[in-house]
């Protein structure tokens, strides 16, 4: 008999396909709308983090990033995209994007051009959907149609894979390579050839590493299942081995400076190990997961929710219970405990290291779904309520994140638009390097421009006496602010002609500016 879904039709029926359609276009829209937020600058913290490497490697024409913070997989990825569109790029700007990459910031913010963040974002928003349809798999094969399209609705619209989706990081690549393990694994059970699943689902376990150190850990995954199996002794061991062999070879190809350069990786590692024990974080996992986002994130609401955490435990139960799942079901307990174990107990405690688990979270909770509409009457009514409910606690805050990172412009940006369509005249612009004008930006300003650091500017105001001035409101080390359109030296002889944002310029270089900078045009005074 086959599957029947949650509206009643068999797996492969038209309305089956329309119900899996809709859930992937409403997951799509809420992950490509944010994916220009804030063009052509950077806007998440660590976006900077992951692509000047990046930059490093297209200014090279090398392929090592010099550097392992960051595992080297997703930044060989958009290493590669991004020369593979350097031909259409150079068809529709009539320039090599290679002379327009930006050389050694000094200035965090300075990432150009936008195609190196446009294409990363693109890469992951893909992953991130390969990552919803991946949950769904996982779901069918384990529960049948009806769990499959809850799991596909509920990482389509879960707000701690959407948030991450359109932003250049590396933790759609572990959430995919994570989800893509377990359903090889899955896949596996009653297979006619396991021993080669295993090995592939090693190598995806590997490749999480290469995405994300710690999210190897998805291998603990396979390794119990394949133990608890009913098997033979020396078939389990063979199928461990397979597993272990997989994620070598998945490690090897997915970051070669684990061959070339170990000492460099694992001083890396130790690196970020100190550090997740040093800093304390911004709020424990837990409050992240049920209160509110974790704070990189302008998002008022929180990653998951009591309702699902609730679920996604039930579905868990569920399995544990039922024979054909319990070895699945143990698995997957094991690699949360173990992930939460290691997460749980350092003071550093973003929600993104936990992300892996979301998208098995997503299929034990439609597991749990599936078992109690099975014993309704009625179980249309509980399809209508739990999609409305869905719809509402996450749907509608994603929806209104998302059209307003759609429109997030850069106060910088709208400086530049301002005195694009306000030519001064005669006279050159004084810049402030500290704001991280880019270059592109930049030439967009009609004139002469001088570019300076803030330490600098005094001495060039009185000096060249500039007909404008682009400045902000600097934090100085001490914690200090000079705020440009106060000080004597400027007041004096110029006025504010227009403003933008409403945050203080950081003191250090290395850090982000963030995209809502007070950015004054200051004119000289005409008597």
């Not at 992950?31 to 692509?51: M, Q, T």
């Not at 009591?306 to 219970?321: E, S």
């Not at 945050?503 to 008597?527: H, I, S």
Request: net charge positive.
């Amino acid at each position: 008999m086959p599957y029947i879904n949650a509206v009643g039709e068999a797996p492969r029926s038209g309305r089956h396909r329309l119900f899996w359609g809709a859930a992937l276009a409403a997951g799509c829209v809420l992950r490509v709308l944010p994916i220009c937020a804030a063009r052509p600058y950077i806007a998440y913290v660590d976006e900077g983090n992951f692509l000047h490497p990046v930059a490093a490697m297209l200014r090279t024409g090398g392929w090592d990033p010099g550097e392992y913070l960051y595992p080297e997989l997703p930044r060989l990825a958009v290493a590669a995209a991004v020369r593979s569109y350097a031909p259409l790029f150079r068809a529709r700007h009539g320039a090599a994007l290679g002379n327009l990459v930006s050389g050694p910031p000094d200035v965090y913010d300075r990432l150009q051009p936008f195609a190196i963040l446009a294409v990363a974002r693109g890469i992951d928003v893909l992953l991130g959907m390969a990552t919803v349809v991946l949950a769904g798999l996982i779901a069918l094969r384990l529960a049948g149609a009806a769990a499959g399209l809850a799991a596909l609705w509920l990482a389509a619209l879960a707000p701690a894979l959407v948030l991450r989706a359109p932003i250049a990081s590396v933790d759609s690549y572990a959430a995919f390579f994570a989800a893509l393990c377990v359903y090889l694994a899955v896949r596996a059970r009653g297979s006619s050839r396991p021993g080669l699943l295993h090995l592939l689902s090693g190598g995806a376990a590997g490749a999480a590493f290469a995405s994300k150190y710690p999210a190897v850990l998805v291998a603990v995954a396979p390794a119990v299942a394949a133990l608890l199996s009913p098997l033979r002794l020396s078939e389990r061991i063979r199928r461990v081995a397979l597993l272990a062999v997989g994620a070598v070879a998945g490690v090897l190809a997915g970051m070669p400076a684990v061959l070339t350069r170990p000492a460099d990786v694992i001083a890396a590692i130790r690196f970020q190990g100190a550090a997740y024990r040093s800093f304390a974080s911004g709020a424990p996992l837990w409050r992240q997961a049920l209160v509110r986002a974790e704070w990189d994130f302008p998002y008022e609401h929180p990653e998951l929710g009591v309702l699902f955490l609730v679920a996604a435990a039930a579905g868990l139960v569920v399995m544990l219970r039922d024979r054909e799942m319990a070895a699945t079901g143990w698995s997957w307990a094991a690699w949360a405990a173990v992930s939460l174990a290691l997460y749980g107990t350092r003071m550093f405690q973003p929600f993104r290291n936990v992300v892996p688990l979301v998208p098995a979270a997503c299929t034990a909770a439609g597991i749990a779904y599936t078992a109690l509409r099975a014993r309704l009457s009625r179980p249309l009514r509980l399809d209508a309520a739990a999609l409305v409910c869905m719809l509402l606690l996450w749907g509608a805050p994603l929806a209104a994140y998302a059209a307003r990172r759609a429109s997030l412009a850069d106060s910088r940006r709208l400086a530049a638009d301002w005195l694009a369509v306000h030519p001064s005249g005669a006279g050159a612009t004084l810049v402030v390097r500290d704001l991280g004008i880019l270059d592109s930006e930049l030439a967009r300003i009609p004139g002469a421009k001088d570019v300076r650091w803030w330490s600098e500017t005094e001495r060039a105001v009185r000096d060249a006496a500039p007909a404008r001035i682009v400045a902000g409101i600097q934090t100085l080390k001490n914690g200090a602010t000079d705020d440009a359109a106060l000080e004597p030296w400027i007041a004096e002889h110029y006025r504010v002609a227009a403003r933008y944002g409403s945050r203080p310029t950081v003191p250090k270089p290395v850090w982000w500016r963030g995209n809502d900078q007070v950015v004054y045009v200051l004119e000289r005074a005409t008597r």
